[in-house]
């Protein structure tokens, strides 16, 4: 009878546990597709990619709509692991589609990591038919130099705006504003550290769930960069998510 009871409770335990996994993965996943029209960063997540070495991300929108007159956005990273290098137009507004068509690419500050109001509009002189443009597309790419070992969000800012025009009546308005629809923004993550890998020797495995279990009973924010590291969704406590996430890459390895 004891025996029969502790496989019970195991049992209950382990759908617990299985639960409490897919309530985080569900989460992660809505946090990174945003509702339909977005602007959204794509790649959503990059990987893997060393120092020294560059990596470009798009930002995108999946609006279908032909009232599209002008778009822009601000973006924020973490400059101890990314540098800005590089901004180039993308193919949604370009002067092959309409001559009156102007760019303007941001400035990056790689002291603060940001990227200054980057954009496009179609007819910039508002003539007296004043042209748009249609989606899907991209609006820009933005190129980034690897400068660190760690995580960074890739995260649009509040100006970030798809703007459409009315020639009727006349007047412009925001299709997709970031300051009242943050469902409809879709950021990006950038992490060249295996997730799971408290003690950064590039396996996870059983040491590294030691060291979680040890910070885990601690009070106070962990440690978080090497040579421990436990907090692996960085959201300034040891807990149970950071076990899921452990037990979810046990035995991957750089």
Not at 2 to 8: C, G, H, I, N, P
Not at 158 to 186: C, F, V
Not at 230 to 236: A, H, L, Y
């Amino acid at each position: 009878m004891e025996r029969k009871a502790v496989s019970v409770t195991a049992l209950i335990l382990l759908l617990l546990v299985g639960v409490l996994t897919l309530a985080f993965k569900t989460e992660l996943v809505s946090a990174i597709i945003p509702e339909y029209p977005a602007i959204y960063v794509d790649p959503p997540v990059v990987e893997g990619v060393m120092p020294g070495n560059n990596v470009t991300v798009s930002i995108k929108t999946d609006y279908s709509g032909y009232d599209i007159w002008a778009w822009q956005f601000t973006l924020s990273y973490n400059p101890s692991i990314l540098h800005g290098v590089e901004v180039g137009n993308g193919d949604l507004i370009t002067t092959e589609k309409d001559p009156a068509a102007m760019f303007a690419p941001g400035t990056f500050n790689n002291t603060l990591g940001t990227l200054s109001l980057t954009w496009a509009v179609v007819d910039f002189f508002l003539m007296m038919l004043p042209s748009t443009t249609y989606g899907p597309g991209t609006l820009a790419y933005v190129t980034f130099t690897v400068v660190g070992y760690g995580t960074s969000n890739i995260t649009l800012g509040r100006e970030t705006k798809l703007i459409g025009y009315d020639p009727i009546e006349p007047q412009s308005y925001s299709i997709i504003d970031a300051e009242t629809m943050l469902d409809h923004i879709g950021h990006g993550y950038f992490s060249n550290i295996l997730l799971g890998d408290a003690d950064f020797n590039g396996l996870v495995e059983m040491p590294d769930f030691y060291i979680w279990r040890e910070w885990a009973s601690r009070p106070g924010p962990p440690p978080s960069g090497p040579p421990e590291d436990p907090d692996f969704n960085d959201d300034g406590i040891v807990d149970m998510y950071d076990f899921y996430i452990w037990r979810e890459h046990f035995g991957e390895s750089i």
